[in-house]
């Protein structure tokens, strides 16, 4: 299956998403990358998710490189209001080999696999009705103690909004520094970095999360996630009538490898 399976401890995965930063006015005109932020940028930072939340939703792209010339990313669109996205998944590689795609559907708690080879031969001989997508619990860890790499993927696009802001204190306190501006798509952004090297590009005259940039724990390679045109999102569910539920067929999961 090309979505590898890592090794992310669900302590790990959950500390992961204390992400957070924002973007604001510089207050001074000879600044250094790897300046501590400023009161102003901690107040900026402080609303970034919320402000990610109450726009409603954005289209996104995941780039992760998790392998030597073996690519996946997901282009899609989340909205962050419900915590429900729809993507489509594509493993590429470098060696020549075909693009492996899937379309995805995912909400905080599931996620729906379509275009699936062999989905409809493994449902006929189970003698079940034909389906276009499976349906199966979102997995932090197996009972290995791994995780898919789709499943982390979208589990962190829908953790990039929150529901109410925070303490901009905690900011000032938590080694972020600012790194620059940069252009992403377009935008001019300010860049920001945690003690823990995740950066984030929020744009300037929005101050909207742009870009979100972060290593996955125990791995080698970083997962970016770019988020554009911010706005409302309505998004429908695969029905039951077009999904086979993996819980209830797991006989099915396991011959389509999902």
Not at 51 to 74: I, K, M, N, W
Not at 153 to 175: C, G, H, I
Request: one cysteine or more.
């Amino acid at each position: 299956m090309p979505f590898r399976r890592l090794p992310l401890p669900v302590l790990s995965l959950l500390l992961l998403i204390a992400l957070l930063a924002g973007c604001g006015s510089d207050d001074a005109t000879d600044r250094a990358p790897g300046d501590p932020i400023t009161e102003n940028e901690a107040e900026v930072l402080s609303g970034l998710l919320y402000r990610d939340f109450r726009a409603g939703g954005a289209d996104f792209v995941v780039s992760a490189p998790y392998a030597e010339g073996a690519l996946v990313t997901l282009t899609g669109e989340v909205d962050f209001a419900r915590g429900i996205g729809r993507a489509q998944g594509v493993t590429s590689y470098a060696d020549g080999r075909p693009d492996d795609t899937r379309t995805l559907f995912f909400t905080t708690e599931d996620l729906w696999f379509g275009d699936v080879p062999g989905l409809s031969e493994a449902l006929a001989g189970a003698g079940l009705p034909d389906a276009g997508y499976v349906r199966r619990p979102i997995a932090t860890t197996s009972a290995t103690g791994t995780a898919s790499l789709i499943d982390v993927l979208v589990q962190l696009v829908p953790r990039l909004s929150a529901r109410a802001a925070d303490d901009p204190r905690s900011f000032m306190e938590r080694d972020y520094t600012w790194q620059g501006t940069k252009s992403v798509d377009g935008d001019l952004a300010s860049v920001f970095r945690n003690g823990t090297g995740t950066t984030v590009a929020v744009a300037a005259e929005t101050t909207l999360l742009l870009q979100y940039v972060t290593r996955l724990p125990d791995q080698d390679f970083d997962v970016t996630i770019t988020l554009t045109d911010h706005g409302t999102r309505e998004i429908e569910l695969p029905s039951d009538a077009e999904t086979v539920n993996a819980v209830d067929h797991p006989d099915i999961v396991a011959a389509v490898g999902v």
